[in-house]
């Protein structure tokens, strides 16, 4: 199974559709918030099903502001992160995730991407597609892939 994770593409859908066609075919897409209204392109260009959140930009926005489902054997906590002070550490969606009793948080906000695999939890960031602000200042994504033994694997990825 694999599942393209992105986050923070503010309307802005290029390099999300670039992404889409590179990296398909994809089981799931996973949108951890912050489309700006492009939530129906983006349902219609994944060829997949699709999950996707609110973000603190989509205001008047029908999206949920979280979801929890599962992928494979896995239980996962989809938010934008904000609400969980995400800008300033990690602790406070971990501990959120924790009292979940999720194995994975995918969230966005810091448009910096981040896999941090942890013993209880594992807490996925894909960073931004259209505004990245890590040190290379690329867009990035997650490609999260489910072997035969039901283990995800997790590569962060950049367009050049």
Known sequence: MKILIVSDTHRNNT????VVEKT??????VHCGDVEGSEVLISRAAGC????????NDFFSDLPREKEFTIGGYKVWLTHG????IAMNNEIIKEEA????VDIVMCGHTHKPVVEIGNDITLINPGSLSY???ENHRPSYVLMEIDREGEAHYTINYLK
Do not use: M, S, T
């Open 132 to 134: 990245p602000r890590q």
């Open 49 to 56: 099903p699709v999950e996707i959140v609110q973000g603190n």
């Open 82 to 85: 904000h609400n969980y002070y």
């Open 98 to 101: 924790r009292n979940r009793n």
């Open 24 to 29: 398909a075919p994809v089981d799931l897409i």
């Open 15 to 18: 390099n999300f559709l670039k």
